[in-house]
């Protein structure tokens, strides 16, 4: 039986599956942050899922990809804690990161996440390196869902979008004053907030305003990551993963195509993708 | 002896004056907004300056400029507060944007605020109007202290800021991931955080790169906001107050002029403004 876990600071999503079965289970609980929570806290979220509970002494291997787990020092700390839980396994810990690199390639590429946020970085079949700091939704994040979000809702409010799409978007979310200041500066995840206009874009994309709002922010990710690696980029492949990504990859390839490169896979979501492919993460 | 207070969510500034001195006094308590506080954490945040305290029965006027005093019914609940304690003084409470109107006219004009945050309003002679709502630096804040931070922040990872700058730029400020982490997503207020990067700007805007990112800030501004009442402009001025339009003046003027427009004033402060003018805002 093998546990992967996929953590952000809010959420952590397991998957257990055995090779003998075909549907592997699917199991939410809080967020896995070692870099937040201390040992006794990190333990005492584990123990609280019951399905984890009764499979504990059946698990024999767990990959573990996290926010907050760059570090070796974090590594350790998480493997430590697991093991001493599901104590016929072992475990290997790696960056949240590690697990989009993971479902795409083996060899070394250039990885872009596209997701609630976004981010980009250069595999070299091994480690991770990244050209530039990920500074969040507040500086970047450029193609990211909060990032078309805080665009859907400038260009409604600058009243630049079309009239016929102001008002289908004003149908489909709620967009008095009052309500989005609350979601921008009263929820706890704004990103998050933002991110969610974003299926709007996808179901309007044939439209040429969406379009080109979808190329534009193409244009400024591809400009601003993607070709940071451009000595790389002569060798190995560019991927990418996350919704945003996937939903909007007849866009992306053409931002690509106008500077000569082409597109790797696209990858919804690669935990999914990592258990429907059975890929072999050691 | 007259009060005015220009209050935001957090601090609030008093200033009393007396029309026989020179020297008027400047209070600080912590902020007053009515649409937060309910009338005894009000009153009592007011009754903790032993300042206002040792004037209290002298006070004969009160100008209340607030954060949250838009409507009516707080309009009238800071009067009703700051009379039962004042009880010898009337009391006029209005929208803390009307400060910086009153600080550069009576007459009906455009008046931008480009401070930490920026807004763009039309004062018809008595009331504002918002052509556009203020969603706050996540979304907008187009050309203000947040704005520009971002700019200088985003132009320092991506490489795009040139050598020299982005040396006295690492030398003024600690730009290590997780002290810029921590100041965007952990501090009370990131707006305030990014804002403390502008004075950068104006020591070096006479640097090519500076100017340009200047002018491209503004021009953003100017076409979302200012350019939003057109029609008035053909019969007002535009007149700007706080300390981005104050430093960045040059370049404003440059970005008007290039639209055809002539800029009116720029005063940095507007409370100090009033005082020192002795501007009746009656």
């Not at 504990?56 to 767990?62: A, F, G, L, N």
């Not at 926010?67 to 430590?80: I, L, M, Y």
């Not at 709002?213 to 922010?217: F, I, S, W």
């Not at 244009?219 to 990551?225: D, E, K």
């Given at each position: 039986?093998?546990l992967?876990a996929?953590?952000g600071?809010t959420?952590?999503?397991w998957?257990?599956?055995n090779h003998?079965?075909?549907n592997?289970l699917?199991?939410?609980?809080?967020g896995?942050?070692?870099?937040?929570?201390?040992?006794k806290?990190?333990l005492?979220?584990?123990?609280s899922?019951?399905?984890?509970?009764?499979v504990?002494?059946?698990?024999?291997?767990?990959k573990?990809?996290g926010?907050?787990?760059?570090?070796?020092?974090?590594?350790?700390?998480?493997?430590?804690i697991?093991?001493s839980?599901?104590?016929n396994a072992?475990c290997?810990?790696?960056?949240?990161?590690m697990?989009?690199?993971?479902?795409?390639?083996?060899?070394?590429?250039?990885?872009?996440?596209l997701?609630t946020g976004?981010?980009?970085c250069?595999?070299?079949?091994?480690?991770i390196?990244?050209?530039?700091?990920a500074?969040g939704?507040?500086?970047?994040?450029?193609?990211?869902?909060?990032?078309?979000?805080?665009?859907?809702l400038?260009?409604?409010?600058?009243?630049t979008?079309p009239k016929?799409?102001?008002s289908?978007?004003?149908?489909?979310?709620?967009?008095?004053?009052?309500d989005?200041l609350?979601g921008?500066?009263?929820?706890?995840?704004p990103?998050?907030?933002?991110?969610?206009?974003?299926?709007?874009?996808?179901?309007?994309?044939?439209?040429?305003?969406i379009?080109d709002?979808?190329?534009?922010?193409f244009?400024?990710?591809?400009?601003?990551?993607v070709?940071?690696?451009r000595?790389?980029?002569?060798?190995?492949?560019?991927?990418f993963?996350?919704s945003?990504?996937f939903?909007?990859?007849k866009?992306?390839?053409?931002?690509?195509?106008?500077?000569g490169?082409?597109?790797?896979?696209?990858?919804?979501?690669?935990l999914?993708h990592?258990?429907?492919?059975?890929?072999n993460?050691?």
């Open positions: 039986m093998i992967v996929d953590s600071s959420k952590c999503d998957i257990l599956y003998k079965e075909s592997p699917k199991i939410r609980t809080k896995l942050n070692p870099a937040v929570l201390n040992k806290n990190f005492k979220i584990v123990a899922s019951k399905e984890l509970e009764s504990k002494d059946r698990v024999q291997e767990i573990f990809f926010a907050g787990c760059g570090s070796k020092t974090n590594q350790q700390k998480v493997n430590e697991l093991t839980y599901f104590t072992k290997t810990t790696k960056e949240d990161t697990a989009a690199v993971l479902a795409t390639t083996k060899e070394p590429a250039v990885v872009c996440i997701g976004s981010n980009c250069y595999f070299d079949g091994q480690n390196h990244m050209k530039t700091p500074l939704y507040l500086l970047m994040d450029e193609a990211s869902g909060n990032y078309f979000g805080k665009e859907l400038k260009s409604y409010y600058y009243l979008m016929e799409l102001a289908l978007f004003n149908t489909e979310y709620s967009l008095n004053e009052k989005v609350k921008l500066y009263q929820s706890k995840r990103n998050k907030y933002l991110a969610g206009f974003a299926p709007f874009l996808f179901k309007y994309q044939e439209h040429k305003f379009n709002l979808l190329l534009d922010g244009r400024t990710f591809v400009n601003h990551h070709l940071k690696h000595e790389a980029l002569k060798h190995v492949p560019v991927h993963v996350g945003i990504a939903y909007g990859q866009q992306i390839k053409q931002v690509l195509a106008e500077r490169i082409t597109g790797g896979v696209f990858i919804k979501n690669p999914d990592i258990v429907e492919h059975k890929i993460i050691h």
